[in-house]
């Protein structure tokens, strides 16, 4: 693994960043695979990011757009990771409409939902059952208990090594997300941090010794790259 981290000195030099990186990771991509994939987080946090995003001239037909994690909720309900992405960025852009990859949310179900999507990205990236695919980048935040994605602390999808896909848990809402061993397949994550509240979590994260379990976060160890992006509020006390 080769981890960067990075304190910036506040919120728009931080999505500044953050966009630059996407960008030459892009760039990378479709010169090398013919092909861009990236997992979108959801939260406050990404939302400018998005919109710069949205103002780049891409090839968005070779752009395909995942979520990390999504609320089990309707694609057009206000909790919806996908709206808050697609109001900011995706309606803006001449992407295919086959090239977002929506995760599935009305099944009643959430299990089914968990399978039925899982069997779409073992489809999508030809995968064997035991293969866990690599994204060009998966795009994370970090909640102030440490989750990332739908992996909060003590909850049964931290448990998950052999799936790509599962059912997440907060507060007793279901959610689907992606595995951490699936994440870490990919070839770089990128967390985008902000907040003076995200500090205590953060000190137990970047720790020599803790426990995963109850910092999620600390999971990601992708074999590819792993960039820690913060703004001073939240990175100020850190050293790499």
Same mark, same amino acid.
């Given at each position: 693994?080769?981890?960067?981290?990075?304190?910036?000195?506040?919120?728009?030099?931080?999505?500044?960043?953050?966009?630059?990186?996407?960008?030459?990771?892009?760039?990378?991509?479709?010169? =090398?695979?013919? =092909?861009?994939?990236?997992?979108?987080? !959801?939260? @406050?946090? #990404?939302?400018?990011?998005?919109?710069?995003?949205?103002?780049? $001239?891409?090839?968005?037909?070779?752009?395909? &757009?995942?979520? !990390?994690?999504?609320?089990?909720?309707?694609?057009?309900? #206000?909790? @919806?990771?996908?709206?808050?992405?697609?109001?900011?960025?995706?309606?803006?852009?001449?992407?295919?409409?086959?090239? &977002? +990859?929506?995760?599935?949310?009305?099944?009643?179900?959430?299990?089914?939902?968990?399978?039925? +999507?899982?069997? +779409?990205?073992?489809?999508?990236?030809?995968?064997?059952?035991?293969?866990?695919?690599?994204?060009?980048?998966?795009?994370?935040?970090? !909640?102030?208990?440490?989750?990332?994605?739908?992996?909060?602390?003590?909850?049964?999808?931290? $448990?998950? =090594?052999?799936?790509?896909?599962?059912?997440?848990?907060?507060? !007793?809402?279901?959610? &689907?997300?992606?595995?951490?061993?699936?994440?870490?397949?990919?070839? @770089?994550?990128?967390?985008?941090?902000?907040?003076?509240? $995200?500090?205590?979590?953060?000190?137990?994260?970047?720790? #020599?010794?803790?426990?995963?379990?109850?910092? #999620? @976060?600390?999971?990601? =160890?992708?074999?590819?790259?792993?960039?820690?992006?913060?703004?001073?509020?939240?990175?100020?006390?850190?050293?790499?």
């Amino acid at each position: 693994m080769n981890k960067k981290v990075e304190v910036l000195p506040d919120i728009s030099v931080l999505v500044e960043r953050s966009l630059d990186l996407i960008l030459s990771k892009v760039s990378t991509a479709i010169a =090398q695979r013919g =092909q861009f994939t990236i997992a979108l987080a !959801g939260g @406050s946090t #990404p939302k400018p990011l998005y919109e710069a995003i949205a103002k780049q $001239k891409l090839p968005w037909d070779k752009v395909h &757009i995942f979520w !990390g994690d999504e609320r089990y909720v309707p694609p057009d309900h #206000p909790d @919806s990771n996908e709206l808050m992405a697609r109001r900011a960025w995706l309606n803006h852009v001449d992407i295919p409409a086959s090239n &977002i +990859h929506s995760v599935p949310t009305l099944d009643g179900d959430p299990a089914v939902s968990a399978a039925k +999507h899982e069997q +779409h990205l073992r489809e999508f990236f030809n995968s064997a059952p035991d293969e866990f695919p690599a994204l060009d980048v998966v795009l994370l935040g970090m !909640g102030d208990d440490a989750h990332t994605a739908s992996l909060f602390p003590h909850t049964a999808a931290l $448990k998950v =090594q052999d799936r790509l896909i599962t059912v997440g848990n907060k507060d !007793g809402n279901p959610r &689907i997300t992606f595995t951490y061993p699936f994440i870490n397949a990919a070839r @770089s994550v990128i967390f985008v941090v902000a907040g003076a509240n $995200k500090r205590p979590a953060l000190a137990q994260v970047f720790a #020599p010794v803790a426990d995963d379990f109850t910092y #999620p @976060s600390r999971l990601i =160890q992708p074999q590819g790259e792993l960039w820690w992006l913060l703004d001073a509020a939240a990175g100020s006390e850190l050293s790499a």
